[in-house]
């Protein structure tokens, strides 16, 4: 088949995720494209790269490049108004990420009613939270993980150093976590470390120009450098699931509006368990990424929190082997050629 992708977000391509941190949905959109390509499709993502370059029997094409006249399939990736950008397509598919509360915004609303795709979600709980457009076909496709991840879940490194990471937007609950790690976790394990991979907080610890509303965030994270919080850059995925592998606890919040939660997908394949602080409400998505009690927990309160957390770190932890064991075994089976083949399914 002849498959277009076609993205409007920030320029990457296919070797992008090896090569440097990229969003989480932007690696699925490369994923999949090399995905698709490998299973002898005929795939041309079309997005922001800077250059026309073959990868993985991918084309990338710059988004000023001619949209071919025809396609078989088209995939378009978040945005509605993406599925005009082909005339003649024989299947069209949206590819939804975020919350989909914006096919209700009345320019999307004429060109879904137009065009009639196929609605891709990322999870169940993303798919019941749209309340409209029930008469369209609809799917549920979880995303893929990369190899990388899989690959690190296999390597043997015995008891995990007393290290947790945070990758969170620094909008979205890093103080609150920061301030229970300082109060409460790191008197109890003094030895232990707090890393966190934040872009925009690294910028500001290397002496950068910090977004105003990051300050809080840059504020809490240097009284805490004493406790054994650092500030780190996110990695490319070879680099992040050395990291995931070699720590013993992924500390999360819940984000409302969350609809996948990449990064603990990711982590989770590889053997990392998870501690999920859902003081600010459940979040069904997340309860997809986490098997509460068997890959990772749903801390309910700061307490429940500051002692799953405590657990983890403990030097030869039975709890870290046990959840590790589990989600290496249960959350690391899913990789993107399958994601592949159910998006195949789609156009039979």
């Known amino acids: 088949m002849q498959i277009t992708m076609i993205d409007f977000s920030i320029a990457f391509d296919g070797s992008s995720p090896d090569e440097r941190a990229l969003g989480g949905a932007e690696k699925a959109f490369a994923r999949l494209a090399a995905a698709l390509a490998g299973r002898g499709h005929t795939v041309a993502a079309i997005n922001r790269c800077a250059d026309q370059i073959r990868l993985d029997d991918v084309d990338w094409l710059p988004w000023d490049s001619p949209r071919p006249p025809e396609t078989d399939v088209l995939i378009a990736f978040r945005r509605p108004m993406l599925l005009h950008e082909v005339d003649e397509a024989a299947h ?176 989770q394949a590889a053997g990392t368990p998870a501690v999920v602080h859902t003081s600010a409400g459940a979040s069904r998505a997340l309860s997809e990424r986490v098997r509460n009690g068997q890959t990772g927990y749903m801390a309910p309160d700061d307490d429940a929190f500051v002692n799953l957390t405590l657990g983890l770190l403990e030097p030869d932890s039975a709890m870290y082997q046990s959840l590790g064991r589990e989600a290496r075994a249960t959350q690391g089976a899913r990789g993107w050629d399958q994601a592949a083949i159910e998006f195949e399914a789609l156009w039979k």
Not at 175 to 182: A, G, Q
């Open 92 to 267: 069209r598919t949206l590819w939804l990420w975020d919350g989909p509360k914006l096919l209700d915004r009345p320019e999307h609303k004429r060109v879904i009613e137009r065009q009639r795709p196929t609605l891709v979600f990322t999870g169940n709980a993303h798919r019941d939270a749209l309340n409209s457009w029930r008469d369209l076909r609809q799917a549920v496709i979880v995303p893929g993980v990369d190899r990388a991840y899989t690959d690190a879940a296999e390597d043997e490194i015995g008891i995990p150093n007393p290290v947790a990471v945070l990758t969170t937007h620094p909008l979205h609950g890093l103080t609150e976590i920061v301030r229970l790690w300082s109060q409460r976790i790191h008197p109890g394990r003094p030895e232990a470390r707090l890393h966190i991979y934040s872009a925009g907080l690294w910028h500001g610890m290397e002496g950068g120009e910090v977004d105003a509303k990051l300050q809080p965030a840059m504020d809490a994270v240097r009284a805490a450098v004493d406790d054994g919080v650092e500030v780190r850059p996110p990695l490319a995925d070879p680099g992040m699931a050395a990291v995931y592998r070699r720590a013993s606890a992924h500390l999360y919040p819940v984000i409302r509006g969350e609809m996948y939660g990449s990064t603990l997908a990711e982590s």
